[in-house]
């Protein structure tokens, strides 16, 4: 049974540029949420999507945006790349009848801004 | 804002003993807790979660304790090994709004020393 898997595992881009970040959820879950990690940080909820639409979002600005697809894999999508947005991207899935929506976690993707 | 705090960053204890990790959340709303363990590079692995009408749940060496009255929670790890060594986190959300996103402290690192 695979779990949650991320691609790709690194990254580094400019500023300005624009990156797409890929997830498969855990086999069963339907349901897919992202989050961001900055180093030596507990990680910040980006968006949830559910039926491919976003269903909740944090306080992230429109430039990180999201999608999901019909077989509930994910892609998440930043553009005009800040230093900032440097950090541990982390994928996130679940159930969402299970009622308890326990999210289990990808490793990451770690995205470096130069 | 919402948060979720935790007491201690660094818990440093012997093979052997027992640890406790402490967490204070700000949300009285919240009714769905979790413990996270991270291990250097790789995502949030789920350990443990309780529900807000439970006060205690038992695990593998693992014990969680919920004080609604002040908002506390606690991780207790039995008979504590090196391979214990991680960053723990915290997390709390709301169940009942349907969609929930997971609200992160910033972690404690507990060192395992032999």
């Known amino acids: 049974d695979a779990g949650v898997t991320q691609s790709p595992t690194h990254l580094i881009k400019t500023r300005g540029q624009q990156v797409t970040l890929r997830c498969s959820p855990k086999?069963?879950?339907?349901?897919v949420s992202w989050y961001q990690q900055a180093l030596g940080q507990g990680p910040q909820f980006i968006f949830q999507y559910y039926e491919e639409e976003e269903r909740q979002r944090g306080n992230f600005p429109d430039r990180f945006s999201g999608h999901q697809f019909p077989n509930y894999s994910s892609e998440l999508n930043v553009n005009a790349l800040l230093l900032g947005d440097s950090a541990l991207y982390l994928c996130a899935s679940s159930l969402r009848a299970d009622g308890t929506d326990t999210q289990y976690f990808g490793p990451g993707t770690r995205l470096t801004v130069l | 804002g919402e948060s979720v705090g935790l007491h201690l960053p660094t818990l440093s204890v012997q093979e052997g003993d027992n640890s406790i990790i402490n967490c204070a959340y700000s949300?009285?709303?919240?009714?769905?807790f979790i413990w996270y363990k991270q291990e250097s590079g790789k995502g949030p692995q789920f350990i443990i979660d309780i529900r807000s009408n439970m006060d205690k749940r038992q695990g593998q060496r693992v014990t969680v304790l919920l004080n609604k009255t002040v908002k506390h929670l606690s991780l207790q790890i039995a008979a504590t090994q090196p391979g214990d060594s991680a960053v723990y986190f915290c997390?709390?959300?709301?169940?009942?709004?349907?969609?929930?996103?997971?609200?992160f402290g910033t972690g404690t690192r507990l060192l395992v020393s032999p």
């Open positions: 949300n009285s709303a919240s009714d769905y």
């Open positions: 086999s069963g879950h339907d349901t």
């Open positions: 997390a709390e959300t709301r169940v009942d709004t349907g969609f929930q996103k997971l609200v």
